[in-house]
């Protein structure tokens, strides 16, 4: 019902920005709270931010807190994760992900993923 397409990642230095995009697919964009997720080498998929279904409320993951910002376009149903002063340990492929409610925290709850970007910061 939904499909998601993140683009954006590349290679960064540490202390650099990037800006990573989701395009959404379909009829109801409005209707899902957008969250992000990433997976370093090695580890399981974390948590990154989320935001509610009009935009009002976002959450953070603790060491992205103050860095990164999430925001999203209903009108053109575009989710967006705004990366600043990027370290190391946020290299990971991202993935934008969907969920027909309140924004979660948990993997295993959202209904739609996409197929992640690769974001590589080098020090």
């Known amino acids: 019902q939904v499909q998601l397409v993140e683009s954006g990642g590349g290679l960064v230095q540490a202390g650099g920005s990037l800006r990573l995009s989701c395009a959404a697919s379909?009829?109801?964009?409005?209707?899902?709270?957008m969250a992000w997720f990433r997976q370093a080498p090695g580890k399981e998929h974390e948590f990154v931010a989320g935001?509610?279904?009009?935009?009002?409320?976002?959450y953070y993951a603790d060491p992205v807190k103050g860095r990164f910002t999430i925001s999203r376009d209903n009108a053109g149903k575009a989710v967006y994760l705004q990366m600043r002063d990027l370290v190391p340990e946020d290299t990971a492929v991202y993935f934008c992900?969907?969920?027909?409610?309140?924004?979660?925290?948990?993997?295993?709850?959202?209904?739609?993923w996409g197929k992640g970007t690769l974001v590589t910061v080098s020090s």
């Open positions: 992900a969907a969920r027909g409610g309140v924004v979660t925290r948990n993997y295993d709850d959202v209904d739609y």
């Open positions: 379909g009829r109801t964009f409005s209707n899902y709270a």
């Open positions: 935001i509610s279904r009009d935009g009002g409320i976002t």
